[in-house]
């Protein structure tokens, strides 16, 4: 246990489906990440907030749109995504530039 | 040149050999350096912070060269369970130590 949850751990969503993925720490980080990670492929930035501020957004489709409500919770509301989105999507939270992975939502779009 | 570089590998060892993994980085005011291991279809894991004067954790040695800009891993007496991807991590100083910069990782398999 690292101290970020994500929810859901699995996840199968078809392309017109509208759902979002959770994650929540509580280590008193400042800041929050979104990873994508395709099968036997690099971790890829996604997002990065600072501050509950978006300070990275790296030319992410917009059918990802993440939200981040306050400094312990973050969301990656997900619609209309293709089959090739699927992946592990890995929330971080860190502070002084130790992270801390949550265990991953695995995601099959269908 | 990357921002972050690593021998992919893959590296075989047989166990109870001792490897050893260097990461290359191109920003000289990069401040503070990590290892973290990932195992298959598993989320990355702080391994061990990497000091200047170079710190150890068991069998595990970190190491850091800031005049040519690498860090290193050093395993010795390598068990089966040490099988993983080994990643470095490399961040700036001050209000920007938000930037994560991960190298893709060098994968490790321990064989019996």
């Known amino acids: 246990e690292t101290g970020v949850t994500q929810t859901p751990r699995h996840l199968v969503m078809g392309m017109t489906n509208k759902k979002s993925l959770k994650c929540e720490q509580h280590?008193?980080?400042?800041?929050m990440y979104w990873y994508k990670q395709s099968a036997k492929k690099p971790l890829e930035l996604m997002f990065v907030y600072s501050l509950e501020e978006r300070v990275e957004n790296n030319s992410v489709p917009s059918r990802f749109s993440p939200e981040c409500p306050n400094s312990s919770h973050l969301f990656l509301h997900l619609h209309t995504l293709q089959p090739e989105d699927s992946a592990l999507y890995l929330c971080a939270s860190s502070q002084a530039g130790r992270a801390f992975f949550g265990q991953g939502t695995r995601l099959t779009v269908v | 040149r990357k921002e972050v570089e690593q021998d992919p590998g893959p590296f075989n060892v047989p166990e109870g050999a001792t490897v050893a993994f260097n990461c290359t980085y191109s920003?000289?005011?990069?401040?503070?350096f990590f290892w973290y291991r990932q195992d298959c279809r598993k989320e990355p894991k702080l391994l061990m912070s990497?000091?200047?004067s170079g710190n150890e954790d068991g069998r595990f040695t970190a190491q850091l060269n800031r005049a040519s800009q690498y860090i290193s891993l050093l395993i010795r007496d390598s068990k089966l369970s040490d099988s993983a991807t080994y990643l470095c991590?490399?961040?700036?100083?001050?209000?920007?130590?938000?930037?994560?910069?991960f190298g893709k990782g060098t994968l490790l398999t321990v064989n019996p």
């Open positions: 920003n000289s005011a990069s401040q503070s």
């Open positions: 991590v490399v961040t700036p100083s001050g209000g920007s130590n938000y930037k994560l910069t």
């Open positions: 990497v000091y200047s």
């Open positions: 280590l008193g980080h400042n800041a």
